[in-house]
Protein backbone atom coordinates (compact mmCIF):
# COMPACT_ATOMS: atom_id res chain seq x y z
CA UNK A 1 0.00 0.00 0.00
CA UNK A 2 2.00 2.68 1.50
CA UNK A 3 5.44 2.50 2.53
CA UNK A 4 6.99 5.43 4.64
CA UNK A 5 11.08 5.75 5.11
CA UNK A 6 12.79 8.40 7.56
CA UNK A 7 16.89 8.87 7.41
CA UNK A 8 18.88 11.26 8.33
CA UNK A 9 19.27 10.76 11.98
CA UNK A 10 22.10 10.51 14.23
CA UNK A 11 24.77 11.86 16.95
CA UNK A 12 25.11 15.72 17.26
CA UNK A 13 26.71 17.96 19.87
CA UNK A 14 24.64 20.51 21.79
CA UNK A 15 23.84 23.39 19.26
CA UNK A 16 24.81 21.59 16.12
CA UNK A 17 22.35 20.44 13.23
CA UNK A 18 20.76 18.09 11.90
CA UNK A 19 18.14 17.49 8.70
CA UNK A 20 15.70 14.60 8.47
CA UNK A 21 13.99 13.03 5.31
CA UNK A 22 10.90 11.29 4.61
CA UNK A 23 9.64 10.07 2.48
CA UNK A 24 5.99 7.94 1.40
CA UNK A 25 5.57 6.28 -1.61
CA UNK A 26 2.93 3.94 -3.14
CA UNK A 27 -0.69 4.00 -3.66
CA UNK A 28 -1.18 7.65 -3.07
CA UNK A 29 -3.63 9.82 -4.93
CA UNK A 30 -2.68 13.13 -2.45
CA UNK A 31 -1.63 14.36 0.88
CA UNK A 32 -3.76 15.44 3.41
CA UNK A 33 -0.81 16.49 5.65
CA UNK A 34 2.81 14.95 6.18
CA UNK A 35 4.27 15.54 10.14
CA UNK A 36 7.19 14.44 12.16
CA UNK A 37 6.66 13.29 15.53
CA UNK A 38 9.11 12.23 18.23
CA UNK A 39 9.41 9.61 21.36
CA UNK A 40 11.05 9.39 23.97
CA UNK A 41 10.92 5.80 26.86
CA UNK A 42 7.88 6.44 29.19
CA UNK A 43 6.33 9.55 26.92
CA UNK A 44 3.69 9.64 24.71
CA UNK A 45 4.43 10.17 20.70
CA UNK A 46 4.21 13.84 20.09
CA UNK A 47 4.09 16.50 17.48
CA UNK A 48 6.72 18.13 16.48
CA UNK A 49 6.18 19.90 13.15
CA UNK A 50 2.97 19.62 10.46
CA UNK A 51 3.24 20.44 6.78
CA UNK A 52 -0.43 20.46 5.20
CA UNK A 53 -1.01 20.17 1.32
CA UNK A 54 -1.15 23.66 0.87
CA UNK A 55 2.42 24.47 2.50
CA UNK A 56 0.83 25.82 5.87
CA UNK A 57 2.98 24.40 8.82
CA UNK A 58 2.38 23.71 12.43
CA UNK A 59 5.10 23.69 15.38
CA UNK A 60 5.25 22.31 18.55
CA UNK A 61 6.32 25.22 21.15
CA UNK A 62 9.60 23.70 21.62
CA UNK A 63 10.28 23.61 18.13
CA UNK A 64 9.56 27.04 17.06
CA UNK A 65 12.53 29.38 15.60
CA UNK A 66 14.92 26.00 15.83
CA UNK A 67 12.55 23.93 13.73
CA UNK A 68 11.53 23.91 9.86
CA UNK A 69 9.62 22.05 7.78
CA UNK A 70 9.28 21.77 4.58
CA UNK A 71 8.31 19.85 1.42
CA UNK A 72 10.67 18.93 -1.44
CA UNK A 73 9.92 19.09 -5.18
CA UNK A 74 8.98 15.89 -4.94
CA UNK A 75 5.18 16.35 -2.73
CA UNK A 76 6.24 13.35 -1.15
CA UNK A 77 9.37 14.29 0.15
CA UNK A 78 9.54 16.44 3.59
CA UNK A 79 12.54 17.63 5.34
CA UNK A 80 12.87 18.01 8.93
CA UNK A 81 15.92 21.25 9.56
CA UNK A 82 16.99 21.21 13.15
CA UNK A 83 19.07 24.09 14.48
CA UNK A 84 20.15 24.72 17.94
CA UNK A 85 19.72 20.68 18.99
CA UNK A 86 19.32 20.39 22.95
CA UNK A 87 20.04 17.12 24.78
CA UNK A 88 16.20 17.11 25.43
CA UNK A 89 15.72 16.68 21.63
CA UNK A 90 17.19 13.17 21.55
CA UNK A 91 14.36 11.17 20.48
CA UNK A 92 12.94 8.67 17.78
CA UNK A 93 11.83 10.98 15.30
CA UNK A 94 8.96 9.71 13.27
CA UNK A 95 7.48 10.55 10.04
CA UNK A 96 3.78 10.35 9.03
CA UNK A 97 1.98 10.45 6.22
CA UNK A 98 -2.34 11.21 6.18
CA UNK A 99 -3.15 10.21 2.38
CA UNK A 100 -5.98 9.94 0.11
CA UNK A 101 -5.09 6.43 -1.34
CA UNK A 102 -5.92 5.91 -4.81
CA UNK A 103 -9.15 3.99 -4.24
CA UNK A 104 -10.76 6.61 -2.47
CA UNK A 105 -9.94 5.84 1.54
CA UNK A 106 -7.89 8.24 3.85
CA UNK A 107 -5.56 6.58 5.81
CA UNK A 108 -2.24 7.35 8.14
CA UNK A 109 1.15 5.63 7.88
CA UNK A 110 3.97 5.51 9.77
CA UNK A 111 7.88 5.18 9.36
CA UNK A 112 10.35 3.14 11.18
CA UNK A 113 11.53 6.18 13.02
CA UNK A 114 15.14 7.79 13.18
CA UNK A 115 17.31 8.11 16.25
CA UNK A 116 18.09 11.29 17.07
CA UNK A 117 20.94 11.67 19.95
CA UNK A 118 22.21 15.28 21.15
CA UNK A 119 25.06 14.84 23.52
CA UNK A 120 28.67 16.21 24.00
Known amino acids: QVQVVESGGGLVQPGGSLRLSCAAS????????MAWYRQTPGISRELVAR???????EYADSAKGRFTISRANAANTVYLQMNSLKPEDTAVYYC??????????????WGQGTQVTVSS
Open 26 to 33: GSIASFYN
Open 96 to 109: NADVRLTWGFRNHY
Open 51 to 57: IDGGDST
